[in-house]
């Protein structure tokens, strides 16, 4: 389906973003600290990897009970997650290092991780972070038929209950990766002649994408049941384990970040303009959680500070909670919105408040 062109406002009377930009640029320059990555992200993607790896490793490795090795699947699942967030995010917005080929290995994980590197860049860094929140336009906020993230959304009865089985749903985002979502992406970007930078060779990417995908199944699947003494079966569960954890992590790191009260879902006028400039729309639509949790930014890849992100998606996650504090002046000097919860505990809470009211029938005038 071909979607309808939309725009940015392109007047900011007040500057906005033009000031904001130079406070941030001004705080790098006399820091005399790259945008990019360091040593803490580095160190922290071993980490990562490790916790990933390594109970894949013991699995293969070290005779064990079975609740053991379902245990070892949750954990796997927490790496899968951790290593998404902190180490494929980065670098697919080249913020991992300044250095190219650096980022385009680690950009790479995510094969590991069930995903596509082309898929995801044109779902995240193009539709998701140019159309943030816009119906039709932000794929991240179209869950189907199933679940009802905005009013603008067609109502069905069963939304009623979604702020019961939603929560159940969510563990199943990478899995679809695996399975089915990849392979329909790819399908319609192509079509559509979406791309991250220059359109890619269509040939390359369904190559690319079927030989990832094959060499994805023999690790976790086909060479589990080979090493392993125990029946097939017990090996899809503990795969499906291992997404489910990762899955219910990621979707709920990304619903408090866009699926709450605080943040608008806009929708552009009969000539496909929007309101206001591209910075402002992401004040609007974009909310943190947690911003002085320090586990939580340092395992989320910063992700609870999304304002941040949306605004500087090329800066590395490690910089955000300085530079947050520039960003809230800014936006409260300006008399702009700054969405934030304080808790992780308080945004989960308004999260499932707003799926209760997007659940409601809706009342027309």
């Known amino acids: ?71 070892l699947t949750v954990i796997i699942g927490v790496g899968m997650a951790g290593v998404g967030m902190n180490v494929m995010h980065d670098s697919n917005h080249e913020s991992f290092s300044s250095k190219k080929w650096v980022n385009k290995l680690m950009g790479s994980s995510i094969y590991i991780l069930a995903g596509n590197v082309y898929n995801w860049k ?53 899995i679809n990766w695996a399975i ?36 994805y199944y023999l690790l976790w699947i086909v060479l589990p049941i080979l090493v392993l003494d125990i029946s097939w079966w017990k090996v899809l569960i503990g795969f499906f384990v291992m997404h489910y954890t990762a899955g219910m992590i990621l979707s709920v790191v990304f619903q408090l970040a866009h699926v709450v009260p605080k943040t608008k879902m806009p929708l552009p006028d009969k000539e496909g303009k929007l309101e206001h400039t591209w910075a402002i729309h992401q004040l609007y639509t974009t909310s943190n959680f947690a911003p002085n949790n320090k586990f939580i930014n340092w395992y989320t890849g910063g992700l609870n500070h999304q304002v941040e992100h949306h605004i500087f998606p090329h800066i590395s996650h490690i910089h955000y909670q300085k530079i947050a504090k520039i960003v809230k002046d800014t936006a409260q000097e300006f008399n702009l919105p700054y969405n934030e919860y304080q808790t992780t505990r308080k945004a989960i809470i308004e999260h499932f408040k707003q799926l209760k009211t997007l659940g409601a029938k809706p009342t027309y005038a």
């Open 180 to 215: 089915t979502t990849d392979f329909k992406q790819m399908r319609s970007y192509l079509k559509r002649k979406l791309s991250y930078g220059e359109f890619p060779n269509p040939a390359k990417e369904w190559t690319v994408l079927i030989i990832t995908k094959i060499i």
């Open 122 to 174: 044109v779902q995240h860094n193009v539709l998701h972070h140019t159309f943030t929140n816009i119906q039709g336009h932000d794929e991240d906020i179209d869950a189907g038929r199933i679940i009802r993230f905005t009013k603008h959304a067609k109502w069905l009865k069963i939304h009623k209950f979604q702020k019961y089985y939603s929560f159940f749903l969510y563990g199943l985002l990478t």
């Open 1 to 71: 389906m071909i979607k309808k062109p939309i725009s940015f406002s392109r007047i900011d009377k007040a500057k906005f973003f033009r000031t904001l930009n130079k406070r941030v640029n001004s705080y790098f320059k006399e820091n005399q600290i790259k945008r990019t990555g360091n040593w803490r992200l580095y160190t922290k993607a071993i980490v990562m990897f490790a916790v990933f790896l390594v109970p894949l490793i013991l699995i293969l490795t070290v005779p064990m009970p079975q609740w053991a090795l379902l245990l």
